[in-house]
Structure formats: structure tokens, C-alpha cells
């Protein structure tokens, strides 16, 4: 901090060694002014103290101003209005008036970027709604004629169809809704087969085409977490499981319990995730040599799933073997009695 104080106040400094040069060829030439070489070098020391002493009060008072300003970027909280203590020059209230001109114009751009975030979040979940209920109703005559389906083969296309459009629709509407997850959630028990039953209901048309074989063992375990939002990451991770299985596969689920966590594994027969790829496959649009692959693939599933559990205090792994299959577990660490005693 000193080099650089001394390196700005150089001009300073050369000024009045230049000056007190000066001075003193003055007295040394000039044959009318008599001196003594005591009161010479007297003068020389003296102004070299009085400059030495005026830097490191200046040097001082610079450096608590530098720290005031390091601490409250270190906090990330400034207030502008505290430095009016520390002006004392009009370069110093101009360059104020600067920075709080900037900072009016930088929260009136913020405050209008987050009404136009809300409004188009607010715009999304609408549009989702609305979608829905076509979607229902298009279920629904799916559904009434599903007896006649050998009559329409191509009936079971539009089917395939409605179920990725469905999951597309749904992932959008978590997406809208996961900025707002700490306002929009309930952690109540729930048994692991209520997780995952419901969505290899959603997805059994999926399977009986593949032909996979479901293995389901101890999942009559109780974790607490939101349904809602948990139901989405299984329904995720199945989704994935499905689509990279191969006919006539398996798919797995089953738990672990400890005292301190339960683990719910749900594994596939897939084709398995490259070893480079494993580590970035909770980034946002990360598809992978596998998923490119594939069409459907859009890389936020599994990004949605890592920010839904990190937000509920859960977690999430995923483990895998190229052409082996690949196994995701979640993991419900189970309350202490400090939590236990807060809901008292």
C-alpha cells in the first residue's frame, strides 16, 4: 500500500525536493544572504521531516479510507451515504456524486429487470396452464379409444408424442417455478414407493414397448422431503432411464438405510455415461456424447434435479459405466433431534 501511496505522490515529493533544491543554490550563490552551515542543513532536515510527517499523515488517513472501502466490498454492502465522512476535497464529493449517480442508475435498471423477470416468469406459468388443459383433454380421447388402438396403429405415435410434449410442458413449469422453490414447498413423510410408483405409472406405456423388466425392493421406507417437488426428480432421472435402456432391460430400484441417511438407488441396463462426461453431467444443456445421440435429449433434467435436491437438502449422484448402466442415487439425510425439537 505504501509503494503505491509513494509511486502517486511522486510529482509531490519531486516538487518540494526540486523546491528546497532550489533554495538552497539560492543561499549557497547568492553573495548578499549569509548562512550558516548549521542553520543550512537545519533547514534542509526540517523540511525533509515536515515531508516525511505530512506523507504518513496522509499515507494513514488514506489507508483507514482504502480499508473502510475493502470491507464493505468484502460484505458486498455499501452504503454511499457513509462516505460523506470521508470527502474533505471537491474531487473527492465530485467523485461521490459519481458513484451515487451510478448506483441510482444501476438499481433502477435492476428493479426494472426483475419486474420484467416476474412478468415473464408470470407469462410462462400461465402459458403452462393453459397448455395443460389441451393436453388433459387430449389424454382423455387417447385414453377413450385405447381399445381401438389395433384399428389406428398411428393412434400410438400420437400417444409418444403427447407424453414428450406432457414432459416438456411440466419440466417448463418446475423451471418457472424453482426461482420460487423456498416459498413453494412442504416437507411432510413420505415412503419411497410414493416417489416412484406414481411416475413408473406415468411412464408404463414406455416400458411395456421396451419390454422392461421392473425390480422394486424395501422402498416402504420413510424419508421426509416435498412430494411434489421430489416426484419431479425421480420423474427425471426415470425418464432418462427409459429412454437409454435397452429392450427388454431392467430397471431397478431399491434403498439403503443408515442412521444418518436413507438412499434411494434407481439403476438401468443403459448404454452407460462415458467416464470424461460423469462430472459435468449436473450443467445446465450438458448433453453428452450419449445424449447427442438422441434427439430428445435437452441437457435439464438432470441440471433441475441437482438445484431441486441441493434446495431441499438433499443430494444427488450419479454413477456409471460405458455400455454397463448407469445408477442415480438420491440421498434423504435423515433429522436431528435439534430439528425434531424446533418443530415442537
Request: charged fraction near 25%.
Amino acid at each position: 500500500m505504501w509503494k503505491s501511496f509513494l509511486r502517486e505522490r511522486l510529482s509531490w515529493i519531486l516538487f518540494v525536493l526540486i523546491w528546497l533544491g532550489v533554495i538552497d543554490a539560492l543561499l549557497l550563490l547568492e553573495y548578499d544572504i549569509k548562512v550558516s552551515s548549521t542553520s543550512f542543513w537545519y533547514l534542509n532536515l526540517l523540511t525533509l521531516c515536515l515531508l516525511i510527517l505530512f506523507l504518513l499523515w496522509r499515507g494513514v488517513k488514506e489507508r483507514r479510507f482504502l480499508k473502510k472501502l475493502s470491507l464493505m466490498l468484502q460484505h458486498d454492502a455499501y452504503d454511499l451515504q457513509e462516505m460523506h465522512t470521508y470527502v474533505r476535497t471537491k474531487a473527492d464529493e465530485e467523485m461521490l456524486s459519481l458513484l451515487q449517480h451510478i448506483d441510482r442508475v444501476y438499481r433502477k435498471q435492476t428493479h426494472a429487470l426483475h419486474v420484467k423477470q416476474r412478468e415473464q416468469q408470470e407469462y410462462v406459468t400461465t402459458w403452462v396452464h393453459e397448455a395443460k388443459s389441451p393436453l388433459t383433454a387430449m389424454k382423455l380421447l387417447i385414453n377413450a379409444h385405447r381399445t381401438e388402438l389395433y384399428k389406428w396403429p398411428w393412434l400410438k405415435d400420437i400417444e409418444d408424442e403427447w407424453m414428450k410434449i406432457d414432459a416438456l410442458v411440466d419440466q417448463n413449469l418446475y423451471a418457472a417455478r424453482l426461482q420460487k422453490l423456498e416459498k413453494d414447498y412442504q416437507v411432510q413423510a413420505v415412503s419411497l414407493s410414493e416417489l416412484v410408483f406414481p411416475n413408473v405409472a406415468y411412464f408404463s406405456k414406455w416400458c411395456i414397448e421396451k419390454k422392461l423388466h421392473i425390480d422394486v425392493e424395501n422402498l416402504d421406507i420413510l424419508v421426509h422431503t416435498d412430494p411434489k417437488w421430489m416426484q419431479f426428480v425421480v420423474k427425471q432421472v426415470l425418464s432418462n432411464a427409459i429412454k437409454y435402456s435397452p429392450l427388454e432391460g431392467k430397471l431397478s430400484f431399491f434403498s439403503e438405510e443408515t442412521p444418518k441417511y436413507v438412499k434411494l438407488f434407481i439403476a438401468d441396463q443403459g448404454e452407460g455415461i462415458p467416464t470424461q462426461d460423469l462430472p459435468r453431467v449436473f450443467e445446465k444443456g450438458f448433453t453428452g456424447n450419449v445424449g447427442r445421440k438422441t434427439k430428445g435429449a435437452t441437457g435439464l433434467g438432470l441440471y433441475f434435479s441437482k438445484k431441486i435436491t441441493d434446495a431441499l437438502g438433499h443430494g444427488i449422484e450419479v454413477n456409471s459405466l460405458l455400455h454397463e448402466g448407469t445408477t442415480v442415487i438420491l440421498t434423504f439425510y435423515k433429522r436431528n433431534s435439534f430439528d425434531n425439537l424446533s418443530k415442537m
